[in-house]
């Protein structure tokens, strides 16, 4: 049985992507509290990129993966 490997590109979107609007308007989508993802996951994700990074983000808090990010961050992202 094959281990599914997480996608590079996505995660170094993920650490360079800053939420568009709202509360937490700027602040990248790796730095979101774990509430405000709570919060849309039972609201609905909205749709297209902006949904898939915030329910990535979501599943990667959920299942404690913050390492596949942190280095990533490092790297590639900036501060808030």
């Known amino acids: 049985m094959e281990v ?5 590109e ?3 979107e993920l ?5 568009p609007f709202g ?10 509290p774990v509430s405000y993802l709570e919060w849309f996951e039972r609201e609905g ?3 297209g990129k902006l949904g898939m990074m915030l ?7 959920l299942n404690d993966l913050m390492f ?9 992202g900036g501060g808030r």
């Open 4 to 8: 599914p490997q997480p996608n590079v």
């Open 10 to 12: 996505i995660l170094k």
């Open 15 to 19: 650490v360079k992507y800053r939420m």
């Open 23 to 32: 509360k937490y308007k700027d602040w990248l989508i790796t730095d979101l």
């Open 45 to 47: 994700f909205p749709a």
């Open 55 to 61: 329910s990535t983000m979501y599943e990667i808090r």
């Open 68 to 76: 596949l990010i942190d280095g990533l961050k490092k790297l590639y």
